[in-house]
Structures are given as C-alpha cells and as structure tokens.
C-alpha cells in the first residue's frame, strides 16, 4: 500500500491565497470554506462487487473508457464505440496537469531555474507589449496556479479568445482584473502561456519536449495536439492521448514521478504539485482544492488529486489504495450533470470497490 505520498501530502501545511474567484456558466460559486480533510477512522464502506462496479460505469453517460487498476495490474477496463486502450482521443483541459509536469522536468533539466521566474524572462516582447503594471510581476507560480489575476479567456470569453491571431497576446494583453497570486481564476490563458515558456526556455516545441522527456520513458506517444496561430502547442486543451496513455501517465505520480527505474519525473516536484495551493476552489459544490494545475478532493473517506477535463476525461490517482481511475466520455457532446455522476460514483461504487480490495 503506497502510504508515503499521501502521508506527506497531508502532513505539508497548506498555503492559500488571499481571495478565490472560480466562475462557470453551469455552475454556482463557492463562499469560501475550509477545505475538507479526510474523516478520521472508524467508517463504513459498502461492500461493492465486480458486477456493480461494471454496471455502474455503463450508466456513465456518454462513457468512451473505463479503467481500473490496483496493486500494479489493470483490474477492470472498458471501451465504447471501438475505442480502445491504444485509441488517442482529446482529454481536454485533463492535458493542463502535463504542463505542469513538464515544467518540473524543465527546472530538473535546467531549462527553467524556478516556478518564481517571471514570465517576462522567457517571454520579454509580450510582457513589454502588454503594458507596464503588474503583469510583470507574473511568475511561472501564478500560471501554474492560475492566479495571474489576468482576465480568463475561459467559458464566456473562450470563443473571442481562440478567434485571435495570437493567444499567447490575447492572454497576457488582457485586463490585469487582480494582482497576482491573489486570487484562483480558472483560464485556459494562463497555460498557454505556459506551453510558450517552455517552447522558449527549452528550444524546442511543447510537444517534442512533451515527447522526449515525459511520453517516451514511460512508452507513450502523443496523439493529436492543436497548435496555435501563432504558433506554440496549444496549453491545456485540445491534446489527443491514449486510455492507456493517461494511465502511465497517472502511474508516474502514484509511484512519485518514477516508470520502473528511472526517476522521469523528479519526486520533489511530484510533492509540490499536488499539494493544494487553493483551498474549495471548485464551480462543483464538492469544492475542489488546487495545487500545481492538480484538482483533489476526498472520496469515499479516501484522499485522491485527479486530472479533469470537458466532457467526462478524468485520471484519479488514490495513494492511500495503490490505484488509478481513468474515465473519458465524448469530448464534443457533454451531458449535463455528468461530473457528479462521476464524482458520486467514486464516493459510493469505485473507492469503496477499492478499499475493500486494499
């Protein structure tokens, strides 16, 4: 039972920022609260068998691929529509967390010295050209963190976003709404800007550093990945991977950033990016916590940080139970209501299946 991660992770004190402001078309605001721990033991867990398990996912709406693994082997998996374990599809913004990973293997490897570098170091002539005042004091922090304080160009200001010749200046030239590190703001901008950093710092594009240092140890290949206009790989969206891709992927971080003997990603920076930097930021009344471009939350009395993106794409990884969910629906075709047929079935079906596998 992989006991230490978590252990650490729960252990570490929690920094939150001064204000939060997480908004979505669907959804209500959060007030802020503190942010739940897991329930102390003793607690009851039902008793959930293979078949209830199974006929729960297939209610899952609009459901490409399920899979379950524990105790390193893969327990249970399913596929939709011809899908299968090696089928690349989009995962969405479930891509924002590789971001995160790639900047800790850039500041491993030397490209990047620290998450307080600002942004204008790797990007001088955007910053220059977007004025002076604050902007200049976002660090690659705040992106990681989504509190640049710029206005998000997600949800209702997406489309006017994406229609631009340059989002990489769409995103730093918009209204600086709050100085940075204040707030958590959820906007597709900030990890695009990211995805530009790391072109620049490493001399390479985000995809073929994303392919070499990350993807290849761990034998995964990138499928699809929208560039652009102006020419950097898309941050945070619109990212083509594999089920079984998204599963080794997870597995680097339920076994501390190592793939059999090579340490890919480096275990520090696998503790730091999952420790919550904002606490119940969440448009989901369950009130998600946020670290490095990392969601978690509490299911089934059991700690988990996960991976989320439209349309049903999730990657749960479990420490306290040795496991990792993968969940991908219809990236295109979004049923309402759908994150919390999830997130309830974690709670009730797949968390208490894996305890009482534990």
């Not at 009344?285 to 349309?311: C, K, Q, V």
Request: with cysteine; aromatic share 12%.
């Amino acid at each position: 039972m992989k006991l230490s991660l978590l252990t650490i992770l729960l252990t570490l004190p929690f920094y939150t920022g001064c204000e939060r402001d997480y908004t979505d078309a669907d959804s209500n605001l959060l007030s802020d609260q503190t942010a739940a721990q897991s329930e102390p033991e003793p607690f009851t867990l039902p008793q959930i068998d293979e078949e209830e398990l199974i006929a729960a996912v297939q209610d899952v709406p609009r459901l490409s691929s399920f899979i379950f693994y524990q105790h390193g082997e893969i327990v249970h998996e399913l596929y939709t529509g011809g899908l299968t374990r090696a089928t690349p599809l989009n995962i969405k913004s479930a891509s924002k967390n590789i971001l995160s990973t790639l900047v800790g293997i850039a500041i491993e490897e030397g490209f990047i010295e620290s998450v307080d570098d600002k942004v204008g170091r790797y990007l001088p002539e955007y910053v220059a050209a977007a004025g002076e005042g604050a902007k200049a004091d976002i660090t690659l922090r705040h992106l990681l963190t989504m509190s640049s304080g710029l206005r998000s160009t997600s949800f209702g200001n997406y489309g006017r976003w994406v229609a631009g010749r340059d989002w990489v200046a769409g995103a730093i030239g918009g209204e600086q709404l709050h100085p940075p590190g204040t707030r958590m703001r959820y906007s597709t901008g900030d990890t695009h800007i990211l995805s530009a950093v790391i072109t620049e710092a490493t001399g390479m594009s985000t995809r073929a550093f994303a392919q070499q240092y990350l993807f290849r140890p761990i034998n995964v290949r990138i499928g699809g990945w929208d560039r652009a206009p102006e020419g950097y790989y898309f941050g945070g969206n619109n990212m083509a991977l594999s089920p079984g891709g998204l599963l080794s992927y997870g597995l680097l971080y339920l076994n501390e950033g190592r793939y059999n003997d090579a340490q890919v990603v480096p275990e520090s920076w696998v503790r730091e990016s999952l420790q919550p930097v904002f606490e119940r930021i969440s448009f989901n009344p369950r009130g998600h916590d946020y670290g490095y471009l990392w969601w978690s939350n509490t299911f089934g009395h059991h700690r988990a940080w996960f991976a989320w993106g439209y349309g049903g794409q999730y990657l749960f990884i479990i420490p306290e139970l040795d496991a990792v969910i993968v969940f991908t629906g219809n990236p295109d075709a979004r049923q309402r209501g759908v994150n919390n047929i999830i997130y309830n079935m974690m709670d009730e079906v797949v968390v208490p299946y894996a305890y009482h596998r534990n």
